[in-house]
């Protein structure tokens, strides 16, 4: 879309979801998703199958993941921090489960994660947002 939010309730295989001004909500994809958008919040509710990378990239929003527990995956996660490091670093973060779990690197102006040691990689990347994992209930 150009500029709209962007909702899915259920998916099966690959989701493709880009939008250049709106929100995602990805929820009940069993697969893979590569979602961006230019400005805007993604959440998505993901069960990895068939070894695919999956890839969530805001230029300026949070990025909310749900994932089952003990999923087989690999979470790259990155904040790049635009603007006065000191404030916007100590405000932004990279949670798993309610805990912070980013590095901060204030050389790039990054916070970055990584989880998990093999399986499929999922990345995701926002400016100037937080990035939240949670277990899937």
């Known amino acids: 879309t150009a500029g709209g939010d962007i909702k899915l309730s259920s998916a099966n295989g690959r989701v493709l979801a880009k939008t250049a001004g709106g929100d995602l909500d990805l929820r009940g994809v069993t697969g893979s998703i590569e979602g961006k958008t230019a400005g805007g919040d ?57 805990q912070n779990v980013g590095q901060k690197n204030a050389s790039s102006k990054e916070i970055t994660a990584t989880l998990g040691t093999s399986g499929p990689v999922i990345r995701l990347e926002t400016s100037n947002g937080d990035i939240r994992i949670n277990d899937q209930h």
């Open 42 to 98: 993604i959440v998505a509710e993901l069960s990895p199958s068939g070894g695919e990378a999956s890839e969530l990239v805001t230029a300026g929003g949070d990025i909310q993941i749900y994932i089952p527990a003990g999923a087989n995956v690999q979470i790259q996660a990155r904040i790049k921090i635009h603007g006065n490091w000191e404030r916007n670093s100590e405000e932004l973060g990279i949670y798993q489960n309610s």
